[in-house]
């Protein structure tokens, strides 16, 4: 049975309730402000999500909390220990998924979570029945002895994440844990992340993929310009925020001037106009009687990704 909590640790966690604590903290860049006096909170066993356009301060905020880049302001709290006091103990807590492949291309599958156990001093005895017992949790075993250059770009990422889970973190931290994969090997991963938070793991991550947040996250914030726009539970997130169904029908003059009539709030998004609504069908009815042939009427659920891009916009971030 996999375990990745320690008893002693497990018990220290149950008396800070709390696995991560900010408080107004800060990040600079010379003249520029990457994360912008925030706060917040990471519970013991959930998911917790930063989701932002490029250049949000997310990645900044991660790198923060693995004690890899110095606060400049505020305070960070990590397993209640300080991370400007005590980097190396929250490090050895942690488990990184990073978003880049840097698995070692000399080393078979195998050989890459024995190496990597090395750095936490994990005797050779114990690294190996971890490296066993992880390879069989991803569903690696087959691949044991292939070298990397071998294995397809859904094998490196389980095997990024069993590499993550050698030192049995207490925290696991993934940046774009699906990036570039398949539908099956995304739902794959999706799984094996679900059965982690199940065993009592707290994971944070950072995704461009908002359906993935919507399905994996118990809360999340949403940041732009290195502040927190806002934090919840997806669901509560989207009935706050878009309502419960999103109307759409093409940019034409007599749905515009119907809709302005009627008084109702839209968004625009390119020729499609969309109405955020908890009454889709009276809208939607209005809709289509002065449109007739001229424009498709559609009504569909409102989603974390309308949510997104109502409070970060449309243009593109580089």
Request: glycine share 6%; net charge negative; aromatic share 6%.
């Amino acid at each position: 049975m996999l375990y990745l909590h320690d008893p002693t640790a497990y018990q220290e966690a149950e008396r800070i309730g709390d696995i991560i604590v900010a408080q107004d903290l800060e990040k600079r860049f010379e003249d520029l402000v990457a994360v912008d006096r925030i706060s917040f909170r990471v519970r013991e066993g959930e998911v917790f999500g930063f989701l932002g356009p490029n250049g949000a301060g997310k990645t900044t905020t991660m790198k923060m909390i693995q004690c890899i880049s110095p606060k400049t302001g505020g305070t960070l709290e990590v397993f209640g220990m300080d991370v400007d006091t005590h980097q190396q103990e929250i490090k050895s807590r942690l488990g990184v998924v990073p978003q880049e492949t840097n698995l070692d291309p000399d080393f078979s599958t195998y050989q890459n979570l024995l190496v990597y156990a090395r750095y936490f001093g994990i005797p050779k005895h114990e690294a190996e029945r971890r490296a066993e017992e992880l390879l069989a949790f991803m569903q690696l075993e087959e691949k044991r002895d292939v070298l990397i250059e071998k294995l397809s770009g859904g094998m490196k990422r389980r095997l990024i994440i069993a590499r993550a889970l050698i030192n049995e973190p207490r925290l696991l931290i993934l940046d774009e844990p699906t990036i570039g994969l398949d539908p099956q090997a995304r739902h794959l991963i999706w799984e094996k992340l679900r059965n982690l938070q199940a065993k009592g793991n707290t994971l944070v991550l950072t995704t461009h993929y908002l359906d993935e947040a919507e399905r994996l996250c118990d809360r999340l914030v949403i940041m732009d310009h290195g502040k927190i726009l806002v934090e919840g539970a997806p669901a509560d997130l989207i009935r706050e925020h878009a309502g419960s169904d999103v109307v759409e029908v093409k940019r034409v003059e007599t749905a515009v001037a119907r809709l302005d009539e009627l008084g109702v709030d839209y968004d625009l998004a390119g020729d499609v106009v969309q109405v955020f609504t908890d009454n889709p069908h009276e809208i939607a009815r209005d809709l289509l009687e002065v449109c007739r042939h001229k424009a498709a009427v559609t009504v569909r659920p409102a989603t974390l990704e309308d949510v997104f891009l109502r409070l970060t916009g449309r243009s593109l971030r580089e």
